[in-house]
């Protein structure tokens, strides 16, 4: 197993932290922004929890909340209306492929959801209205995520209220006046383990090649911390051979990103298998799931 750091929102977080605070309003800063969040969403698919519609619109909160002001209609060019007259795109349950995030006007963030990776047309739009204006420090995949957390499950950024804290508290360390030091965090306000993406490159494979099981995760903990990284692969609820797999690492505080690759047979039955990854430090676990396809050679 190979190990790299990466962070995916590290292109995001440098542009919050080397923007003067008094410019993060700036539309280009916020532009700037949703792009670094739409760079982290390129390959992030999400579970509907209610049907992804053509032409579709739905009024939310940032912290999720159905929107007290805006009215649900149905019924084509009623005012504020969730259109239900184009068909389902994503059922319940369903998989889609697409998330796309940009700043309309001074107070609202427009997030598209479509089915298929890049889809950009006739989109599923859920409108996240804040009662101020729009800031760079609202544009990170977690709060995304937070918001749209009635209508779709964003794969690898469940609604954690602790990874939008640590968002937070990066961005309040900044710089002190007089040039003096930035303010160090407090070790007691990161949890052991901030955060926990699982993914399978590629999500189609042929038997015979190789994927790799992927874990990005985000250690909070101070230097020599042990991460427990297990891994199960699975088809219709049974266990692959060689499955769990297990490894402890140690860990200093930071993000990585750890593979696995499993080679495919050429044997293999092909269809749907399900990657089920967990990281534990210091007692504090996470769990994701994602599914992959196997097709025949």
Do not use: W
């Not at 916020?30 to 390129?42: G, I, T």
């Not at 963030?109 to 996240?128: E, F, M, Q, T």
Request: contains cysteine; neutral net charge; aromatic residues 6%.
């Amino acid at each position: 197993m190979t190990t790299t750091r990466a962070f995916l929102g590290t292109s995001l977080l440098f542009a919050l932290m080397t923007a003067p605070l008094a410019a993060q309003s700036d539309p280009q800063a916020l532009k700037a922004a949703a792009e670094a969040v739409n760079r982290v969403f390129e390959k992030t698919s999400y579970v509907a929890k209610i049907p992804i519609i053509r032409y579709g619109h739905h009024y939310v909160t940032p912290n999720g909340d159905p929107h007290p002001r805006k009215a649900k209609k149905q019924g084509r060019g009623a005012e504020n209306a969730i259109q239900f007259d184009s068909g389902v795109k994503v059922p319940p349950g369903g998989v889609g492929y697409s998330i796309f995030v940009a700043v309309k006007g001074k107070d609202e963030v427009l997030v598209g959801l479509n089915d298929k990776a890049g889809a950009r047309l006739n989109p599923d739009s859920v409108h996240i209205l804040y009662d101020r204006p729009v800031t760079v420090e609202d544009l990170t995949p977690e709060k995304i995520a937070l918001a749209l957390q009635g209508i779709v499950e964003i794969r690898g950024y469940g609604p954690a209220a602790q990874v939008a804290a640590a968002f937070d508290q990066v961005l309040a360390a900044g710089e002190v006046a007089g040039g003096a030091a930035p303010v160090a965090p407090t070790t007691a306000a990161a949890p052991p383990l901030v955060s926990l993406r699982a993914r399978v490159e590629p999500e189609r494979a042929r038997a015979g090649d190789e994927v790799a099981l992927v874990l990005e995760y985000e250690v909070g903990a101070a230097e020599g911390a042990l991460a427990v990284e297990t891994r199960k692969l699975s088809r219709d609820g049974s266990l692959m051979p060689t499955y769990p797999v297990r490894e402890e690492i140690s860990r200093g505080a930071g993000a990585f990103v750890s593979k696995y690759r499993q080679p495919l047979p050429r044997s293999v039955v092909p269809g749907d298998y399900l990657f089920q990854g967990e990281v534990c430090v210091g007692g504090d676990c996470i769990s994701r799931s994602v599914t992959f396809e196997v097709v025949a050679p």
